[in-house]
């Protein structure tokens, strides 16, 4: 009599061919219940589908910034039992600020901030062309949201979850916390906010709640911040 095995899972930075996977499976697992996506896409019918570009543009962004992760298992194939990796889980992750800028003086702290809002104005002009050609006449919710978010996590050094989800197959093994607590970055504190059904499952891996704001006509939702 044989048991199935419980699958090992493997975290790591993304590799060029895993992109469009993991891209997908955010896109599919956020499709049906994520708020911010019924926000950037009021009219939509799949969500899914419409907002697979939109994350395929993070996904690869993410990976020539080296912040894209997995968690990877090992599977086989049907040629001769090969054995290769299979992509079970995603985390997109951004580092945002320098750890220089947190030791501004307090007389350099207004000068700090001016200079953390301006380059997020920056940011936001040099992908107005992509974000507009993803989202239409819609794209001043992303910007809206973003400003929301980063007022409520705060300008300082900190590496960001933006997306994190894993396949079907794949959950209910713990591979979301493993991808939680390998991160990028060791050595800034880790940010992120999420919808209020899930406050408990990062409270329970170590993330402190912060801040909270509302995105009109959808949810609450909430920050919360974690030292690694």
């Known amino acids: 009599m044989s048991s199935a095995k419980t699958p090992v899972f493997h975290i790591r930075a993304a590799h060029l061919d895993e992109v469009a996977t993991a891209a997908r499976i955010i896109a599919e697992s ?37 912040t894209l992760m997995v968690a990877v298992t090992a599977t086989e194939t049907n040629a001769a039992s090969a054995i290769h990796e299979c992509v079970a889980g995603a985390a997109i992750w951004a580092v945002e600020g320098t750890a220089a800028e947190e030791h501004a003086s307090a007389g350099g702290a207004f000068l700090t901030r001016c200079r953390r809002f301006g380059r997020m104005v920056t940011e936001s002009v040099t992908t107005l062309a ?7 006449k819609h794209f001043w919710r992303y910007y809206f949201e973003a400003f929301l978010s980063k007022n409520a996590r705060g300008y300082g050094a900190q590496c960001y979850l933006s997306s994190l989800a894993v396949a079907p197959p794949f959950r209910g093994f713990g591979v979301a ?18 919808r209020e059904e899930l406050k408990a499952f990062y409270s329970h891996n170590g993330f402190i709640q912060g801040r909270c704001y509302r995105l009109p006509r959808t949810t609450t939702m909430v920050s919360f911040s974690r030292f690694s």
């Open 30 to 66: 956020f499709g049906t219940v994520e708020p911010y996506l019924v926000w950037l896409f009021p009219h939509s019918h799949n969500r899914a589908k419409s907002a697979l570009p939109l994350i395929q543009h993070w996904a690869e962004d993410a990976y020539a910034a080296g």
């Open 130 to 136: 992509s974000i507009w050609s993803l989202l239409g």
């Open 177 to 194: 916390a493993q991808l939680l607590h390998q991160p990028p970055r060791q050595d800034l504190p880790l940010t992120l906010e999420c």
